[in-house]
């Protein structure tokens, strides 16, 4: 649920923002249309080096975007594919060009940042301030790398500069980006700022998926300012997924071929049961991967549920020609206090011989050296990946070295108040997040922890922790059969008294070389906005605690 402050305020925002912002934001594809994917932009030996711009503009429909503008000789383009390689390094020049008029704050008391390290710019977070989260990536949380409690960006500013290496044993699959400056989060999501990563490699792990074409399909979800309750906008690639309103978008497929759909949910609080239907009923999906993460082994499932930021990676197979098929989320609730997810035909898929092969658009500059990515039938056989290589590896049959119990709670701040959104270590007090807090958790380099995660709140939440996958172990309270790698995961809420609460337990691995400070937050980017969320401080080996 939403706040009424944030409400109010959301409506001063737009009063100033629609009369005067000229469209910073590439012009969005028309609606009942062909999806296109991202443009793809490959890394070349070894290094992909890009200039992102962050800009905001209100369209016609008086909807507020804010993008992420990759510039190209043809003009800019938002959000592309970012491509690369175990090993390879990734060069980001970001700058910040969001325009503002009046109010930023979107309702947000100023934080304070005393005592608070700074990456970037100073000055204080606003609805006009950017940075960039590398979600799912296994990178250390530090400046210039994929920190998000210190980086800050402020409009005018020159470029700032990511800079990482992706680590060699880091899984191939589907990663994505997004801003991430507290309390601004949804806002800039909202509708626009996300784009994928992909890391290569996935046909050497699950050799499933080699010489079949490959789609990366980026569902947002947008919602006009003034905010009004209820469901809210998905788009596909930038396209308006709102059949019977709008014509369907369209995707193309050949009869009975296999393709390799690759699916970021990139909503703010969408949690998406994802369906193929034809013939009357939903098709078997082949599961090839879940958050970037390969499974031991591919699963056909007619439904796979993703939740807000997760991504999932599944070959479709098409049904034969004059068959009508269509691409869909279906309806999921989220409880009592929850928003509603509604069911929605995310596509219309038409199969047609004639079906566009060129699916990936391919940066011009970089495509000339880099293999293309998007088919690879006739590139050489790939050495294969072993899933024993990857990190977080032999997780299971490690004995934890801690237990943990978290819980996501909400209370109600007066009559019409507010709800406050908790996330508290147990034996903790409830409190929201604030910058310059101390971590709510503080373990080492080595450790392999047992989480248990409950819901105490009548909305479903959705668990999300940067830098690591966590292996699911049970869902309330019992063993799962398959104990997939995880970096986001939904935990159904509360059915009241009398009812137990619903609980993951997970092992977290805190093996890798991620020493510092990042967060563990619910993935519903308003509840993060307004605090639910904490610290966790990871010390080298045998480091003492400062706390
Ligand atoms: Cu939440």
């Known amino acids: 649920m939403r706040s009424v402050c944030r409400y109010s305020l959301a409506i001063l925002l737009c009063g100033f923002s629609?009369?005067?912002?000229?469209?910073?934001?590439?012009?969005r594809p028309d609606a009942g249309t062909v999806v296109k994917d991202p443009l793809a932009v490959n890394s070349v030996n070894g290094v992909l080096t890009a200039d992102f711009t962050m800009r905001h503009s209100v369209d016609n429909g008086g909807y507020n975007h804010y993008c992420i503008n990759y510039d190209t000789d043809k003009g800019e383009v938002e959000a592309p594919t970012l491509r690369l390689h175990q090993g390879d390094r990734l060069i980001l020049n970001l700058k910040d060009r969001i325009e503002s008029d009046g109010d930023d704050s979107a309702g947000m008391e100023a934080m304070d940042m005393s005592n608070t390290p700074t990456c970037g710019d100073t000055g204080t977070p606003t609805l006009s301030s950017t940075n960039m989260?590398?979600?799912?990536?296994?990178?250390?949380?530090s400046c210039h790398q994929d920190d998000v409690l210190t980086t800050l960006l402020q409009p005018g500013k020159p470029p700032f500069q990511f800079n990482m290496q992706i680590p060699k044993d880091e899984p191939p699959g589907l990663y994505w980006y997004h801003p991430h400056v507290h309390g601004f989060v949804e806002f800039q999501v909202n509708g626009g700022?996300?784009?994928a990563l992909i890391v290569e490699g996935m046909d050497k792990v699950r050799p499933e998926v080699t010489g079949l074409t490959e789609r990366v399909f980026v569902i947002r979800q947008q919602y006009l300012v003034p905010w009004v309750p209820g469901p809210y906008q998905l788009t596909i690639n930038y396209q308006d997924a709102a059949s019977p309103s709008l014509p369907s978008p369209v995707i193309n497929m050949k009869p009975n071929e296999k393709q390799f759909w690759r699916v970021v949910n990139a909503t703010i609080q969408d949690f998406m049961p994802l369906q193929v239907w034809f013939n009357g009923k939903p098709q078997p999906l082949q599961l090839i991967a879940l958050d970037g993460y390969p499974l031991a082994k591919p699963r056909n499932q007619d439904t796979v549920l993703v939740p807000p930021a997760g991504r999932a990676e599944f070959i479709v197979q098409a049904p034969p020609q004059n068959n009508e098929a269509i691409f869909i989320s279906l309806g999921y609730s989220t409880g009592p206090t929850g928003n509603p997810d509604l069911e929605q035909q995310l596509a219309r898929i038409d199969v047609s011989n004639d079906a566009d092969e060129a699916s990936t658009p391919q940066a011009p500059v970089q495509a000339k050296e880099a293999p293309q990515a998007a088919?690879?039938?006739?590139?050489e056989p790939a050495p294969s990946i072993t899933i024993s290589s990857l990190k977080f590896s032999g997780l299971r049959n490690l004995k934890p070295t801690a237990q943990r119990k978290v819980y996501f709670?909400?209370?109600?701040?007066?009559?019409?108040?507010?709800i406050q959104f908790y996330i508290t270590v147990d034996g903790q007090k409830q409190k929201i997040f604030e910058p310059n807090e101390k971590p709510a958790i503080t373990t080492h380099i080595g450790a392999v922890e047992d989480w248990t995660i409950e819901n105490h709140a009548l909305e479903t939440h959705d668990f999300h922790i940067h830098?690591?996958?966590f292996m699911l172990l049970e869902v309330d309270g019992k063993p799962v059969k398959d104990q997939d790698l995880r970096d986001t995961y939904e935990i159904p809420f509360w059915e009241g008294p009398g009812h137990p609460y619903h609980s993951i337990k997970a092992r977290f691995d805190f093996r890798g070389a991620i020493a510092g400070t990042f967060v563990f937050?619910?993935?519903?980017?308003?509840h993060e906005d307004m605090g639910m969320m904490h610290k966790i401080l990871v010390l080298p080996k045998d480091a003492p605690d400062p706390n």
């Open 521 to 526: 937050h619910c993935h519903i980017l308003l």
């Open 467 to 469: 830098q690591i996958h």
């Open 409 to 418: 709670s909400e209370e109600f701040g007066g009559t019409n108040g507010p």
């Open 375 to 379: 088919k690879s039938d006739d590139a």
């Open 133 to 141: 989260h590398f979600h799912g990536l296994n990178v250390p949380p």
């Open 193 to 195: 700022a996300a784009g």
């Open 18 to 27: 629609f009369l005067r912002l000229e469209a910073q934001c590439p012009k």
